[in-house]
């Protein structure tokens, strides 16, 4: 009887580590594919769609993070302010000094630019 009772607490136990560990596997999966490299001649748009839509939406409408597009903050900011943000991180902003060249922050701050522009 006492090893029923064992055996039962192991099992309830069991299914719930396996759970968990299940959602940690699964999260690091994605957050490697979110917060991965751009592909070293990645446009700005793709490095922005990479790294950038998932907070601050595809449309640079904004999500979690602020707006970026025509009108918002950072389309009065000058370059040197929005360059300093992306590799530094701002805020709740991670930094992405590990992730992008400074090629690629380059023409990512094009990318927006253009975007803002139109």
Do not use: K, W
Not at 57 to 83: I, K
């Amino acid at each position: 009887m006492r090893t029923d009772l064992i055996e039962a607490s192991l099992r309830a136990h069991t299914i719930p580590r396996m759970r968990r560990a299940l959602l940690v596997a699964c999260t690091a999966v994605l957050a490697a594919g979110c917060l991965g490299r751009p592909a070293p001649d990645a446009t700005g748009q793709d490095i922005y769609l990479q790294l950038c839509a998932n907070c601050h939406g595809t449309d640079l409408e904004g999500r979690v993070g602020p707006p970026l597009g025509s009108g918002s903050n950072s389309a009065v900011q000058p370059d040197e302010f929005l360059h300093v943000a992306i590799v530094d991180g701002r805020g709740r902003m991670p930094s992405f000094s590990t992730s992008l060249t400074s090629e690629q922050v380059d023409r990512l701050i094009a990318y927006l630019r253009e975007v803002q522009g139109a």
